[in-house]
């Protein structure tokens, strides 16, 4: 089931460093860090296989393969799963970084190809895409090959290209006439699976993230019961500071006192949001399909824990919580002993409550 609340905004950037919108953001998507798709003109693209690799070695090596073969001078790279193989992305930074910076500042927006927002094809095709036109081997759902060029292709380059890419697909001896396709933004070779949850996964967030509010709000009105961390004692000498600040009125005595504690939890609460903090970690966990084993919160720091799973979607689960705008300073580690996922980071203070959350 595809939860359309969940949809992260789309942005497009092509060489001419113009921003266009392709969708918005769902109702939750605002929380995931927006997706750009980079125009083919500023992109590079080749099909890794090494089968004779471990299936667990390949993803490595494709990794070294993009740092070691870039076409640009200044490049950015990424790997990603096309099929049963992995595809190599190249794009140039000279004409798309210093857009980029002033488009999200330190957001980090999750950087795709356009081409992998168009619907899968099966054997040869040619797209008209980005000014130009790009030439596209599927097998399998497997992107083979890809070529883009300012031209048409004509009967010799066709030749040329089918003749380096082919292998066992049959091949017209001319090009076939371009097409245009729209963009699919919930497209599955966009690498972003995760935006797909089942009905029974979705009521797990829901429900996991209303015990987690319930339990974190208790935890905070009784102070330092469970000793969650030695700086509650620091929230406590706020507290009171409150109190003292506020005149006694006579006649009021106890009354005016306990009015007096519940205004100084009021002004801490809206000073380190703890609430905000957790619901914003869960629902970016949620997005990756993982489910926090343990949160722990301190006055400006927040850990949690996450199944060694998490490890495979760490710069993912990073860029969304950054996106968030809730944290920054986000440092993941795996712990020796278990291998679970470990993520502390620093709550950013005086920012808005999720919608519903007060």
């Not at 980090?108 to 790009?134: F, K, M, Q």
């Not at 506020?246 to 006192?257: H, K, S, V, W």
């Not at 629902?283 to 926090?292: E, M, V």
């Not at 993912?316 to 278990?338: H, K, Q």
Request: proline share 5%.
């Amino acid at each position: 089931m595809r939860l359309s609340f969940l949809q992260p905004r789309v942005d497009r950037l092509g060489a001419n460093k113009e921003f266009q919108r392709i969708a918005e953001a769902g109702l939750l998507g605002r929380l995931r860090a927006p997706v750009l798709l980079l125009g083919r003109d500023i992109c590079s693209y080749a099909h890794f296989s090494a089968p004779q690799l471990p299936r667990s070695s390949r993803r490595r090596a494709a990794s070294m393969f993009a740092l070691s073969n870039s076409p640009y001078v200044e490049g950015g790279s990424l790997v990603l799963a096309t099929g049963r193989g992995l595809g190599v992305w190249w794009w140039d930074l000279s004409r798309s970084a210093d857009a980029i910076a002033r488009q999200y500042g330190r957001t980090r927006p999750t950087v795709r190809p356009e081409t992998l927002a168009l619907s899968p094809g099966d054997g040869w095709r040619i797209l008209a895409i980005a000014g130009g036109y790009e030439a596209q081997l599927w097998s399998a759902g497997e992107l083979k090959a890809s070529v883009w060029r300012k031209g048409r292709f004509d009967e010799r380059a066709w030749a040329d290209l089918t003749r380096v890419h082919s292998g066992d697909e049959a091949t017209s001896a001319r090009p076939p006439s371009p097409t245009s396709l729209p963009f699919d933004v919930q497209s599955a070779t966009l690498g972003l699976d995760q935006v797909q949850v089942t009905r029974e996964q979705g009521m797990i967030m829901a429900v996991t993230a209303l015990a987690t509010a319930t339990l974190s709000l208790t935890l905070y009105l009784t102070g330092m019961t469970l000793n969650l961390n030695a700086r509650t004692e620091g929230v406590a000498q706020q507290t009171n500071e409150v109190i003292q600040s506020i005149p006694a009125t006579e006649g009021r005595g106890q009354g005016r006192r306990e009015d007096a504690r519940l205004t100084a939890f009021q002004t801490v609460a809206r000073s380190t949001s703890p609430l905000t903090a957790a619901g914003a970690a869960i629902g970016a966990a949620a997005i990756h399909d993982l489910t926090p084993l343990t949160l722990d919160a301190s006055l400006d720091t927040l850990i949690m824990t996450l199944p060694g799973s998490g490890a495979d979607q760490v710069e993912e689960l990073v860029a969304e919580l950054e996106g968030s705008g809730y944290f920054s300073d986000i440092r993941p580690r795996i712990e020796p002993g278990t291998g679970n996922l470990r993520v502390e980071m620093t709550v950013i203070a005086g920012q808005s409550p999720l919608e519903g959350i007060e």
